[in-house]
């Protein structure tokens, strides 16, 4: 990561039983990392029939591109709010 590489904070809390939340959790990621990650799982959920048959490793290297612009467009559109 460089110095001037563009960083994205987020802080999320998770629900506990009961109505009670907990403390707010934060992270601060690069954008690229954001990309990558959210490409992966937008990947992994139009793939689910195939039940973990084929690892996401055989295939991945042939859909990155397309689901890496997709999620970049996802993540500009939210930022943009």
Do not use: H
């Not at 802080?11 to 009670?20: D, M, N, R, V």
């Not at 959210?38 to 689901?67: L, N, T």
């Amino acid at each position: 990561m460089t110095e001037n590489e563009e960083k994205i904070w987020i802080e999320y809390a998770i629900p506990k039983p009961k109505g009670a939340i907990k403390a707010p959790r934060r992270i601060t990621i690069t954008r690229q990392e954001a990309i990558e990650c959210m490409a992966r799982a937008m990947f992994e959920w139009q793939r689910p029939g195939s039940r973990g048959d084929v690892p996401i490793e055989d295939v991945w290297q042939y859909e990155k591109c397309g689901f890496e612009n997709l999620a970049e467009a996802a993540l500009d559109a939210l930022l943009s709010l």
